[in-house]
């Protein structure tokens, strides 16, 4: 079994064999990431890393990724510190980036950006976010946390918590768990629901999803609660985020008797409160962690 998929721009783009090929080899990667291991499989190997969004746990983690594999990288981490700021367009530097690495991860505040950029390179793209789109590997990170610390993805049932309008990883994070045919509840404000296309999407390929603003309802069962916080960034209206904010507050009284695992793509506000870092409930720096042998997993398998 091989990994064929030049680019990693949208999970939509990932057959469930592709995903377990990633996770496989992820675990592989695992002892490298702790250092337990040494490896120079990706020695010479230069990954250009365009940051046009804030990043703290994607970028260094493929940073680390990279360098874990005997590689380096090259780039910005804001487009202040690059020639965007003397009125460079997206296309040329993408271009003049591209020639310079052997793969490039871009993340962008504009929807569809990696796409665009996959077409006007050689090297393969990684898509590290595109504004309320797609984060294919931070989903690929959060399935492997769900198998490592759970077991079979498709026995699972996941509550996906909080702004699931904006938030880009429970957009493709939906996608992956119906390719797994996990049940899945979606627990939002009315005005921060999952979008209807992918509700659409979901029940086109057979996958009925409970919605509720009550997160009560779903804490009997769901063996995940994937919380994410109320993106300020993504509101047009400032009065509307205020209307919302800290919607769900998830903390150790409100857990009592559930034997769900806590989530979360980091980095969080309010929706999750500190007595849970050190509980078994919490499990998001460890989930932040696994980005590590993920990444390096994708990387391996792109980079040729």
């Known amino acids: ?48 890393m365009l940051f046009y969004e804030a990043s703290t746990r994607t970028r260094l983690s493929f940073e680390t990724a990279i360098k874990r594999l005997g590689g380096s990288t090259v780039g910005f981490a804001e487009a202040g510190t690059s020639s965007v700021t003397k009125g460079e367009n997206l296309t040329d530097t993408v271009r003049i980036v591209g020639e310079y690495t052997d793969a490039l991860v871009i993340r962008h505040n504009m929807e569809g950006t990696a796409r665009y950029v996959a077409e ?8 590290a976010g595109d504004g309320a789109g797609q984060h294919p590997t931070q989903t690929l990170l959060d399935l ?12 699972l049932h996941v509550a996906l918590v909080g702004d699931l309008k904006y938030g ?11 390719m797994f045919g996990a049940k899945m509840s979606f627990v939002s404000p009315p005005e921060l629901k999952m979008p209807r296309e992918v509700l659409h999407d979901l029940a086109a390929a057979g996958v009925s999803v409970q919605e509720t603003e009550d997160i009560r309802d779903v804490l009997n069962y769901a063996d995940v609660l994937y919380v994410t916080r109320i993106q300020k960034e993504r509101f047009p209206d400032p009065q509307e985020y205020l209307k919302i904010k800290g919607a769900y507050t998830i903390d150790s009284k409100i857990l009592k008797g559930s034997e769900a695992i806590v989530m979360h793509p980091l980095p969080r506000v309010d929706e999750i409160s500190h007595d849970l870092d050190n509980t078994p409930y919490g499990r ?16 391996k398998s792109i980079i040729k």
Do not use: C, W
Not at 120 to 127: E, K, R
Not at 144 to 155: F, P, Q, S, V
């Open 168 to 178: 880009r990883t429970v957009h493709s994070l939906s996608y992956a768990l119906a």
């Open 284 to 299: 998001y720096f460890q989930q932040a962690f696994y980005g590590v042998p993920v990444r390096m997993a994708l990387l």
């Open 1 to 48: 079994m091989g990994f064929n998929l030049k680019n990693i721009i949208s999970i939509k783009d990932f057959s469930k064999r592709d995903i377990e090929y990633i996770l496989k080899l992820a675990e592989e990667m695992e002892p490298i990431a702790r250092s337990k291991e040494k490896s120079n499989a990706l020695s010479g190997s230069i990954l250009g």
């Open 144 to 155: 492997y946390t769900m198998k490592r610390i759970l077991g079979d993805i498709e026995e």
């Open 120 to 127: 006007m390179v050689d090297v393969p793209v990684i898509n």
